[in-house]
C-alpha cells in the first residue's frame, strides 16, 4: 500500500490549523502572564488548549506534550514562581 500525495487544499487545511494552534498557544501564554488567574484556572486553560489541540489533529497528544507543554509549563512557573 503507498501513501496518498496530500493535495494542495489539505497541505493548506493543516497550515492553516497549524497556525490556528500557534495562535492559540499564543495567546494562552499571553493570558496567563499578564492576567490575575488563580493558578487552577491557568492549569484549566492549558487543559482545554490541549483538548482542542487534540481536536485538531487527532492522535498527536504527544507532539503536544513534546512541543508546547513546555513553553505553558515555564509561562506557569514563571508567572505563579513555582520552581
Same mark, same amino acid.
Given at each position: 500500500? #503507498?501513501?496518498?500525495?496530500?493535495?494542495?487544499?489539505? +497541505?493548506?487545511? /493543516? =497550515?492553516? *490549523?497549524? %497556525?490556528?494552534? *500557534?495562535?492559540?498557544? !499564543?495567546? #494562552? +501564554? %499571553?493570558? +496567563?502572564? =499578564?492576567? %490575575?488567574?488563580?493558578?487552577? $484556572? &491557568?492549569q $484549566?486553560?492549558?487543559?482545554?488548549?490541549?483538548?482542542h &489541540?487534540? #481536536?485538531?489533529?487527532?492522535?498527536? /497528544? !504527544?507532539?503536544?506534550e513534546?512541543?508546547? $507543554?513546555? $513553553?505553558?509549563? *515555564?509561562? +506557569?512557573?514563571?508567572?505563579?514562581?513555582?520552581?
Amino acid at each position: 500500500m #503507498t501513501m496518498k500525495e496530500a493535495t494542495k487544499e489539505e +497541505i493548506l487545511e /493543516e =497550515q492553516k *490549523r497549524i %497556525n490556528r494552534l *500557534r495562535f492559540l498557544v !499564543d495567546f #494562552t +501564554i %499571553n493570558v +496567563i502572564l =499578564q492576567g %490575575n488567574l488563580p493558578l487552577e $484556572r &491557568a492549569q $484549566r486553560l492549558v487543559e482545554g488548549l490541549k483538548s482542542h &489541540a487534540i #481536536t485538531l489533529f487527532p492522535g498527536k /497528544e !504527544d507532539t503536544f506534550e513534546l512541543i508546547y $507543554r513546555p $513553553r505553558l509549563n *515555564r509561562a +506557569i512557573m514563571e508567572k505563579y514562581k513555582l520552581h
